[in-house]
């Protein structure tokens, strides 16, 4: 039996309660309706894990802790895109997210196909020649995909970059 392809989301859309209503009402729904897997680097990591520490006083513990959380957030992540044969790159905001950015590039060097989804109609690019970060730009269009404004375009640019019959 065929695996599904397995798409991970990267974003700063989790951090916020409007972002995560956007991010589970919307952008998730959209890539598992089209019978993908959606690999959410939201869940990877339990929330009762982080909400341990965001309870914690501020202090030296609560730093210690953090550091120590951030290595498995990262890892953990990292191993999500390792199995990944695409990326859904959310890049609104005055400036790409530097977590997503960081995704994105890593993901173009483990050979994602990306889709970058820029709603955001506000100027956010290094020059007149690029739509945001031109680097950020680069690993996109390097992974043979590209950046699209509305998400209605979303799910037929995936079905054309990772067909779901070669699975």
Request: glycine share 10%.
């Amino acid at each position: 039996m065929k695996q599904p392809i397995k798409i991970y989301i990267a974003s700063p859309l989790g951090f916020s309660e409007v972002g995560r209503k956007f991010y589970y009402e919307v952008l998730v729904p959209l890539i598992a309706n089209a019978g993908y897997e959606v690999l959410d680097p939201w869940v990877l990591t339990p929330q009762t894990t982080i909400d341990e520490l965001l309870t914690m006083p501020y202090g030296a513990t609560k730093r210690d802790a953090w550091r120590k959380l951030n290595l498995v957030i990262g890892e953990n992540n990292k191993r999500a895109i390792d199995s990944a044969k695409g990326i859904l790159a959310v890049l609104d905001g005055a400036d790409v997210d530097s977590g997503t950015a960081s995704e994105i590039g890593y993901g173009c060097s483990r050979g994602c196909k990306i889709i970058g989804y820029r709603g955001d109609f506000r100027l956010s690019a290094d020059n007149e020649g690029s739509i945001v970060n031109l680097q950020v730009e680069y690993f996109i269009k390097a992974s043979g995909g590209t950046i699209v404004t509305s998400i209605a375009e979303i799910q037929p640019l995936l079905v054309k970059l990772l067909p779901l019959n070669q699975a």
